[in-house]
């Protein structure tokens, strides 16, 4: 049984950084092979309602997890990992939701007891599952050659048609290597699956930092969402004529999910359909509500009480895609009448 000697906390939004300055440190360990300000931990709420535990390497000499030596990148920390500063200290990780016993979401996905392996190229993919898309299913993944962790982005295809599409489209994101583009390293295909290796976002997803953390409540100060737009706008100007990329917000690691939008033409430097998503982006991170998204869900009590729940969705849906069509945002309520920056952007 190996000496306990401190016991880290980590709560919600609130960074502890280790390393061997005492005034640029949370918690500070002396020895010699440890940098200044070797690595931060982060605990930021997940889009499917658990918690991530992250740790950024800044150091020189680098930290191990699992053995495995992880250099200048970011890591999400799972139930049980180890990581161990150079010739120091061993940290156990060891999750404790001290929040309410409920599951924050009923889509939470629940690891594992004994994550498993499968090894993909030379990739190790874990059960760990980062999210789920319309497409896809993301797992968390190392990448043993290159000191890291990645995402695997894995999308099931059926017919040789769509295979050749995806790739084609792949191909060329994976050309763009940008600050603000989430980066494409690799592919592997086989009968069942094409597998997209990703750079790892560590910090959730834009909407969650949005609706968790803001001192505004549902929204972020304009100052900000100025900050996170300006990152946006950089990594959609490089991406110019592609179809689907995931812009990443690189001060916090955040990631940003095109929005259906019309139609592109090929005039603009950012597609317009990239700038209608970037506007409905902005709308929420001012209003902290969707431009257009915003009618009342059906609840499951209309599933209880026999009402054609399939129908009240396709209605709820039309009226989504109504306002898009006629530009029917709003303007004249809350927050936007404090709001006076901002005003001079409209969706239309
Ligand atoms: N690079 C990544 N790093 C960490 N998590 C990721 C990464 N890419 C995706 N995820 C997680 O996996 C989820 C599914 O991602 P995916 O790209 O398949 O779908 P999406 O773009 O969120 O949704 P849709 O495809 O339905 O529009 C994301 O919501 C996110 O939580």
Request: glycine share 6%; charged share 20%; hydrophobic share 35%.
């Given at each position: 049984?190996?000496?306990?000697?401190?016991?880290?906390?980590?709560?919600?939004?609130?960074?502890?950084?280790?390393?061997?300055?005492?005034?640029?440190?949370?918690?500070?360990?002396?020895?010699?092979?440890?940098?200044?300000?070797?690595?931060?931990?982060?605990?930021v709420r997940s889009p499917c309602g658990g918690i991530i535990?992250?740790?950024?390497?800044?150091?020189?000499?680098?930290?191990?997890?699992?053995?495995?030596?992880?250099?200048?990148?970011?890591?999400?920390?799972?139930?049980?990992?180890?990581?161990?500063?150079?010739?120091?200290?061993?940290?156990?990780?060891?999750?404790?939701w001290?929040g309410s016993?409920e599951k924050l979401s009923l889509f939470e996905p629940t690891p594992p007891?004994?994550?498993?392996?499968?090894?993909?190229?030379?990739?190790?993919?874990?059960s760990q599952c980062l999210g789920t898309g319309s497409f896809a299913t993301v797992h968390l993944?190392?990448?043993?050659?290159?000191?890291?962790?990645?995402?695997?982005?894995?999308?099931?295809?059926?017919?040789?048609?769509?295979?050749?599409?995806?790739?084609?489209?792949?191909?060329?994101?994976?050309?763009?290597?940008?600050?603000?583009?989430?980066?494409?390293?690799?592919?592997?295909?086989?009968?069942?699956?094409?597998?997209?290796?990703?750079?790892?976002?560590?910090?959730g997803d834009?909407f969650t930092?949005?609706t968790n953390?803001?001192?505004?409540?549902?929204?972020?100060?304009?100052?900000?969402?100025?900050?996170?737009?300006?990152?946006?706008?950089?990594?959609?100007?490089?991406?110019?004529?592609?179809?689907?990329?995931?812009?990443?917000?690189?001060?916090?690691?955040?990631?940003?999910s095109?929005?259906?939008?019309?139609?592109?033409?090929?005039?603009?430097?950012?597609?317009?359909?990239?700038?209608?998503?970037?506007?409905?982006?902005?709308?929420?991170?001012?209003?902290?509500?969707?431009?257009?998204?915003?009618?009342?869900r059906p609840s499951s009590?209309?599933v209880?009480?026999?009402?054609?729940s399939?129908?009240?969705y396709?209605?709820?849906?039309?009226?989504?895609?109504?306002?898009?069509?006629?530009?029917?945002?709003?303007?004249?309520?809350?927050?936007?009448?404090?709001?006076?920056?901002?005003?001079?952007?409209?969706?239309?």
């Amino acid at each position: 049984m190996p000496n306990i000697i401190a016991v880290i906390h980590l709560t919600l939004n609130k960074p502890i950084v280790i390393g061997r300055n005492p005034e640029l440190c949370s918690y500070v360990v002396t020895d010699a092979l440890v940098s200044g300000v070797h690595c931060k931990l982060y605990a930021v709420r997940s889009p499917c309602g658990g918690i991530i535990i992250s740790c950024q390497d800044v150091s020189r000499n680098g930290i191990l997890l699992n053995g495995q030596c992880i250099r200048k990148t970011s890591i999400i920390l799972m139930d049980g990992d180890m990581f161990q500063l150079p010739n120091s200290l061993v940290f156990t990780c060891i999750h404790i939701w001290l929040g309410s016993a409920e599951k924050l979401s009923l889509f939470e996905p629940t690891p594992p007891l004994q994550p498993i392996h499968k090894r993909i190229g030379k990739y190790v993919v874990t059960s760990q599952c980062l999210g789920t898309g319309s497409f896809a299913t993301v797992h968390l993944t190392l990448d043993p050659d290159n000191h890291r962790q990645v995402a695997c982005k894995s999308i099931r295809t059926k017919r040789d048609s769509e295979v050749g599409q995806v790739m084609k489209e792949v191909r060329i994101l994976m050309t763009l290597k940008h600050p603000n583009i989430n980066e494409i390293y690799d592919t592997e295909e086989n009968k069942k699956f094409i597998h997209i290796f990703l750079q790892l976002c560590t910090g959730g997803d834009l909407f969650t930092y949005i609706t968790n953390y803001s001192a505004e409540g549902n929204r972020i100060c304009e100052a900000e969402a100025k900050y996170i737009m300006y990152q946006l706008l950089k990594g959609l100007n490089r991406k110019t004529s592609f179809s689907t990329v995931q812009a990443l917000i690189l001060a916090f690691s955040l990631q940003i999910s095109d929005l259906p939008a019309p139609t592109r033409t090929r005039k603009h430097s950012i597609m317009p359909s990239d700038c209608w998503s970037a506007g409905v982006i902005l709308y929420i991170m001012l209003s902290g509500s969707h431009p257009f998204d915003n009618e009342p869900r059906p609840s499951s009590c209309s599933v209880i009480w026999g009402e054609n729940s399939h129908q009240s969705y396709a209605n709820v849906d039309i009226k989504v895609k109504q306002k898009i069509i006629y530009a029917d945002v709003e303007y004249h309520q809350d927050p936007w009448k404090e709001l006076e920056d901002g005003m001079y952007f409209k969706i239309q």
